[in-house]
T-cell receptor, first 114, second 119 residues
Framework: DAGITQSPRYKITETGRQVTLMCHQT?????MFWYRQDLGHGLRLIYY???????DKGEVPDGYVVSRSKTENFPLTLESATRSQTSVYFC?????????????FGEGSRLTVL | AQTVTQSQPEMSVQEAETVTLSCTYD???????LFWYKQPPSRQMILVIR??????QNATENRFSVNFQKAAKSFSLKISDSQLGDAAMYFC????????????????FGQGTILTVHP
């Protein structure tokens, strides 16, 4: 099915482990984003990408790494997970040149770091 | 940097009644977009309504309407004839206009308001 999919939907890991959250979109949207959602903070931008091989930091990038070798994929890696990275992570995409710039979201990945 | 503030962490409404969710934002720009997103328990983010800052007319989508006060930098969401399915977390969000460059499409979100609908 067309759309934006995230995996895994749920993940439990331990402090210090590396974790990668996957994001795949089938629309060929130019722009992709990673947000984290925490109660009281809403959604905060971690990283974003304007195209393949172009990425930039958002509001809360520390502790995260992204890559975008293909337009359709935008994985987010926590190189050494910490408890403060326990959160719900959302991937989103938008079409370059869109007047409205509407974001289309994945269903989120709930990550628990023990 | 732009900021978005939702000062109501929780709101409640009786079914069939009307409720208004508040949102204020801070920006130095004159052209931008504002959004309300709904997040039900399924976690899916659903676009409810969009407002272009250059339009004076308030956006309306069925039972959902906004009160956009540009000078006051206020963007409230009114839900009329509330239904049980409206129960969700609601997020207000801001986006710059099409300024080009790599930052296009970034949304800045408020903290969210949890809406409870009582039967």
């Amino acid at each position: 099915d067309a759309g934006i999919t995230q995996s895994p939907r749920y993940k439990i890991t331990e402090t210090g482990r590396q974790v990668t959250l996957m994001c795949h979109q089938t629309w060929s949207h130019s722009y992709m984003f990673w947000y984290r959602q925490d109660l009281g903070h809403g959604l905060r931008l971690i990283y974003y990408s304007a195209a393949a091989d172009i990425t930039d930091k958002g509001e809360v990038p520390d502790g995260y790494v992204v890559s975008r070798s293909k337009t359709e994929n935008f994985p987010l890696t926590l190189e050494s997970a910490t408890r403060s990275q326990t959160s719900v992570y959302f991937c989103a995409s938008s079409e370059g040149g869109s007047v409205t710039g509407e974001l289309f979201f994945g269903e989120g990945s709930r990550l628990t770091v023990l | 940097a732009q900021t978005v503030t939702q000062s109501q962490p929780e709101m409640s409404v009786q079914e069939a009644e009307t409720v208004t969710l508040s949102c204020t934002y801070d920006t130095s720009e004159s052209d931008y977009y504002l959004f309300w997103y709904k997040q039900p328990p399924s976690r899916q983010m659903i676009l409810v309504i969009r407002q272009e800052a250059y339009k004076q007319q308030n956006a309306t989508e069925n039972r959902f309407s906004v009160n956009f006060q540009k000078a006051a930098k206020s963007f409230s969401l009114k839900i009329s004839d509330s239904q049980l399915g409206d129960a969700a977390m609601y997020f207000c969000a801001y986006r710059r206009s099409n300024a080009g460059g790599t930052s296009y499409g970034k949304l800045t979100f408020g903290q969210g308001t949890i809406l409870t609908v009582h039967p």
